[in-house]
């Protein structure tokens, strides 16, 4: 390392991490130190199309499958993530709803789990921001409050889309998404190839295409293969970082810490460091998805310009979440699903019906007998998301009254929706969270803990834009 | 479905005891198999001679030496199952439909289909039968 003190010192290179040194910088002074610790490498979306390719590349070896980084008790469910620069940049797929501003309260709203310590409005301006610089593609009209437009024109309808746009107005759209609908500065155009974790057109948003340059700004010094393994703190302040670099161990003073690796790591790093907040690692999870197929009679459902053409919110927000969990449909444009009886090969549309689920401590994390493994236990299911799917079930016959439905085919649900939530949770107090509304911890106030992490509840949306945003919510906020 | 049906189903075991040893041992290739059953499948369709034969090859090869398949499409064949039956049948015939020229000529019956090398969105220019590229936005009417 250059210094032996750093103004800021940043765990991973993922969308927190990345978002929150964005606005950081563009508020620290010139001469500021701040050290980027990543544990994995610059593994570059070119040399992963290569592997895809079925072509050698020397980067192979920075691989690092999420199975080998956490020790997963329950195998059923499974939780794939990046470790790299850019974090899970790498692997996400693109999808980039707003929260609803009901996520933000569910207590106030509905008498469920609880209420974030910030609201809707608080985000607004950061949703803005974080969309501008991910060149989201959108609609002009959205079911959530939104003041700006869209960098980027909405993605393709098919019929079926349209159709129900036409019936349902702003509770059918476009999905907004950050795989681009037209060529920018850094990225190409999504061809609908409909592979967005290795994306072979280069047109999701990752930190790598992002031309954020963060990691370039003189003032940041980036090092890989580096892995936090504690924090050491004194009278409530974080005082170093402890982290593994090179087969050797560092240890570097910090006047601000922020862990921005996921929520398994972050929360890893915390109780290896002493934190004995009761609530660090617990009631994490993620939402629940699962497939849905609907066989169209004489109607195919071709022209979509993108993996996620659209959202629906038919069955999102309403009295109905005082009993059971709100959906948000997703429109795929998933080429697998194609029938195969003659002249019927298009006659489908395949819906992904995502469900929040609700934070519950009996699913958690923990240390193993690795320093720098997590152990992650999730044992259940709210019955709350489970009754969510009993009544998409028999809601969908009759929001889809509009199209000619042949039939509806439910499938299980599936393993992962590749989020993962909660563990640090936002609150008022350290009784009920981890962190503030600023994302500094309850006890260690010159720590942050950016990310999914800190999601009160887990609604039905996709998290990445709400926790991108958030990072620069808490760095504008505090410095 | 038929309690014989689903034994067969159920695992290669179950389906080797079904089928007589003789029949077995005696019966071509289980990659034959394969190919008839596609060309079976997509009676309606003119594909070029030899193009199920080079993709069977290559689906083999991109899926491994995987014995629990072949041996199906042999049951399968036998059996006269259909691919509701079968994820493995299903794949079969997905994966070469979706390998082809069919989706880009817009499934037009009339037109040959040529295989066009194992589906991959890595490899292939057009992968996805549903898109904007082979159905532009203007051609998709207004409701």
Redesign the interface.
Known sequence: MKHEHYDLVVAGTGFASSFFLSKYLSKAKADAKILVLEKGHLYPMAER?KI???EASAYQEYERPWENEIRNINKEKEWPFSTAYGGSSNCWWGCTPRFMPNDFKMKTKYGIADDWPINYNDLEPYYSEAEEIMSVSGPEFTPFPKHTKYPLPAH????VD??LH?KYGNLYISQPGARASRATSHRNAC?????CE?C?MDAKFTIENSGMGVYNDKRVELSYGAEVLHLETANDVVQKVIFSHGGRKHAIKAEVVALGTNPFFNTNILLRSGDNNALTGKGFGEQLGMQVHIYLDNM??????TWVNANGYMLYDGEHRKQHAACLIEAN????D?R?E??K??NVASFRCVFEDLPNNKNYITTSADNLVPEVHFKERSSYALDGIENMKKQLPSILSCLPVEKLIFFDPAPHEGHILGGTRMSTSRHNGVVDKHLIHHQYRNLFVLGAGAFTTFGPSNPTLTLSALSLFAADKSF | MERRKFLVLAGVGAGMCLLSPAVYFIAPDTKEFAVKLILK?FY?LKIAPGNVERYVDDFIESNGNDLVSRLKWKTTYYLKLS?HQSDRM?DL??YF??STDF?INK?DETKEVHYLGMY????NAV???????????E?????
């Open positions: 199309l895809k390719r079925g393709a309808f098919t019929l349209k159709i036409k061809m609908a190839f409909s592979s290795t072979p195919t459902n071709a022209g979509g310009s444009n998933a080429p697998f194609i195969l003659r002249g090969h298009l | 499948e309606y691919y299903r015939f997905r439909i979706l989706f499934t991959s969105p890595y490899l992968t996805n039968p549903y898109s904007f590229i082979i159905y532009p936005p051609t998709i009417r207004d409701v």
